[in-house]
């Protein structure tokens, strides 16, 4: 009897021995998986990353090259137009200035002023007060106005755009 309970000590402590080396190999497991997950994310999906920020330093590079080299203003006047809000009539008064890469593409602008006018005047009058009042409005805004003129220009050539005059009026 005594016999038996010394084996099945032993057995037990064999168990015990063999479920911590279990847990250790799980453990150990765990951190080389972690190691590799965490690594795999680094070099893999971080790239897409770097490559946005590459992006967006170059467009900061290329804004500030354009402020210091100003193209061309090319004054389009005054816009009074009415906006597309539902709830009350409102006005819209702007002024634009475009800014234009060369003496070539000015007088692009000028055989097509009445298209340009014209693709203006309808992009303002789909725009509601609400689109356009916020800062985040207005850059989207001259981001439409740029492609929609450069789309009408044979060799495109618009750099930027100007509001010189902003007001939004309810009758």
């Not at 137009?81 to 234009?100: F, Q």
């Not at 002023?113 to 356009?132: A, G, H, V």
């Amino acid at each position: 009897m005594a016999n038996e309970n010394q084996e099945n000590l032993e057995n037990q402590e064999q168990k015990g021995g063999g479920k911590k080396k279990l847990l250790l190999f799980l453990l150990i497991f765990l951190i080389i998986a972690g190691a590799g997950g965490f690594a795999a994310y680094k070099f893999v999906f971080s790239k897409g990353e770097e490559k946005k920020e590459e992006k967006k330093a170059e467009k900061i590079v290329k804004d500030v090259k354009n402020i210091e080299q100003p193209g061309i203003m090319y004054d389009l006047g005054t816009f009074i137009v009415n906006l597309a809000d539902r709830d009350a009539d409102r006005y819209l008064k702007i002024t634009i200035v475009l800014e234009v890469e060369n003496e070539q593409v000015k007088m692009e602008v000028d055989k097509r002023l009445p298209q340009i006018k014209d693709t203006i005047t309808t992009l303002l009058l789909t725009k509601t007060s609400e689109e356009i009042k916020t800062a985040e409005g207005m850059e989207l805004l001259k981001e439409e106005i740029i492609k929609r003129v450069n789309a009408i220009l044979p060799l495109g050539g618009v750099k930027n755009v100007y509001f010189t005059e902003f007001v939004i009026q309810t009758a």
